[in-house]
């Protein structure tokens, strides 16, 4: 397996195609920005954690019958994963209000839902990806009602498996961003990243935050905290 041109630059990633038309190779970058852009920075060694952490929780995912895109992890910063076509949601899931359900809606930082909740942001960087409804996604085009079926089953199997699973590294799962893509036959996988910066880690003890709130709020300890989700979750 060859690594050929780059085909895209985001905010925290690089992606790269190879020899194998339905293969690419994501390169996790340091690079950290905050409020649609607003805020930039980097924040030492996220690319190693977010790759490493990611592709854990992705296999473990896999095992709990969740499919993703994740093929193999090829160097620290570097995994190869299967080629999709992003489908243009930010899919949230929240156990605990924090960030902008607290802003919007005025409820206590901390205040834990009797069930999860579930809401969409389409993906739109001019638009400041705007929440939107499951109708306003269909309307979109976004995706179809089968694959919005999927998608939301999907997300609630995620939160049940990863909730349970952080658990034992004494880790609270408060919420949560997901992406889903779409293979060449169409079968809709996890895509994206699972990682302190698309998620809200407190540690189930203190409190303390232990993500990329940390580089948005100004809180400083953000590579501390970076590399203490990977030692709890990895070890290393
Ligand atoms: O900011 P908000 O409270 O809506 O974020 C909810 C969850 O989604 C958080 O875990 C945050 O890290 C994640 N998120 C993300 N990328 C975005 C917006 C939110 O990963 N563009």
Redesign the pocket.
């Known amino acids: 397996m060859e690594k050929r041109e780059q085909l895209y630059e985001g905010k925290a990633k690089k992606v790269y195609a190879t020899d194998d038309p339905n293969l690419v190779i994501v390169d996790y970058k340091d690079d950290a920005t905050a409020g ?1 852009g607003a805020k930039k920075g980097t924040i030492r060694g996220k690319g190693v954690v977010n790759n490493k952490v990611t592709n854990s929780l992705m296999r473990m995912l896999e095992k709990e019958g969740v499919p993703t895109h994740f093929v193999e992890e090829l160097s620290d910063r570097e995994t190869l994963v299967k080629k999709v076509s992003i489908v243009p949601l ?1 899919v ?1 899931v ?1 156990n605990v209000a ?6 919007r809606l005025g409820v206590k930082e901390g205040t834990r839902f009797d069930q999860p909740t579930l ?1 969409y ?1 389409f993906k739109d960087d001019d638009l400041g ?1 705007p929440l939107i409804n499951h109708y306003h996604a269909l309307a979109l085009k976004a995706a179809t009602v089968e694959e919005m079926k999927t998608i939301d089953t999907y997300a609630f199997q995620v939160n049940e498996v990863l909730k349970n699973y952080l658990r034992q590294y004494n880790i609270d799962l ?4 997901l992406e889903f893509g779409r293979l060449s036959d169409g079968t809709i996988v996890l895509a994206d990243e699972i990682s302190p ?4 880690f407190w540690d189930a003890t203190t409190g303390a935050h232990l ?3 940390l580089f948005r709020r100004d809180l400083g300890g953000e590579v501390e905290a970076y590399q203490e989700v990977m030692k709890r979750l990895l070890g290393e």
């Open positions: 649609n930010e949230i929240r924090a960030g902008s359900f607290t802003a809401e942001s990806d408060i919420d949560f961003k910066d698309t998620c809200r993500d990329k709130d």
